[in-house]
């Protein structure tokens, strides 16, 4: 009866080896072969957006602004306080196209600075500017001027740069 007992159990140990071999081999089989299906399926779906996008980017189309629309100003950003020596960027928003020019005054003196140039609105109506305090700027409220013009009007806005001692 010892032999029969230990057969049986070493048969019972050999049958739960192959069940839980044939087990893993199915449970991986089946990760196998879903990751295949899914990934077929995120290939054809990216094609699908990829196409989607093109299309779509190619049928727009900026209206048209009447030319005699009022230009407005605003400030978008303006970095703010500053030390001298620091260097200033400003955006603003206006109409497509509008030239604008800034001026800043450090005591009512109009700043020399190369970047405060004449710029023209991008086809959003943003305008950037950047430009350096100069060494020795006393600390306090300046004013930021900008002016923008499109054929007959104009548009105004007035940021305010404060320096820190």
Same mark, same amino acid.
């Given at each position: 009866?010892?032999? !029969?007992?230990?057969?049986?159990? *070493? ?6 080896? $192959?069940?839980?071999? &044939? =087990? ?25 957006? &990829? ?6 980017? #190619?049928? $727009? #189309? /900026? ?11 605003? &400030? ?10 620091? /260097?200033?960027?400003?955006?603003? *928003? !206006? ?8 001026? &800043? ?12 140039? $004449? ?6 109506? !943003? ?33 305010? =740069?404060?320096?820190?001692?």
């Amino acid at each position: 009866m010892g032999k !029969t007992k230990k057969g049986n159990i *070493k048969k019972s140990i050999i049958k739960t080896l $192959i069940y839980v071999i &044939v =087990l893993f081999i199915i449970i991986v089989s089946a990760g196998v072969a879903y990751t295949w299906y899914l990934s077929k399926d995120v290939v054809n779906v990216s094609n699908e957006i &990829v196409e989607t996008q093109v299309i779509s980017s #190619t049928k $727009i #189309t /900026r209206p048209a602004l009447d030319p005699n629309s009022a230009v407005g100003a605003s &400030v978008q950003s303006l970095s703010s306080p500053v030390l001298a020596g620091d /260097r200033v960027d400003m955006v603003i *928003k !206006t109409r497509q196209y509008a030239d604008c020019s800034i001026i &800043v005054e450090y005591n009512k003196i109009p700043s020399k600075d190369p970047g405060l140039t $004449i710029k023209q609105a991008d086809d959003y109506g !943003t305008v950037n500017w950047q430009w350096s305090i100069p060494e020795g700027t006393p600390a306090g409220k300046w004013p930021v001027k900008v002016t923008c013009k499109y054929g007959e009007k104009s548009g105004y806005v007035e940021g305010e =740069l404060v320096v820190k001692s």
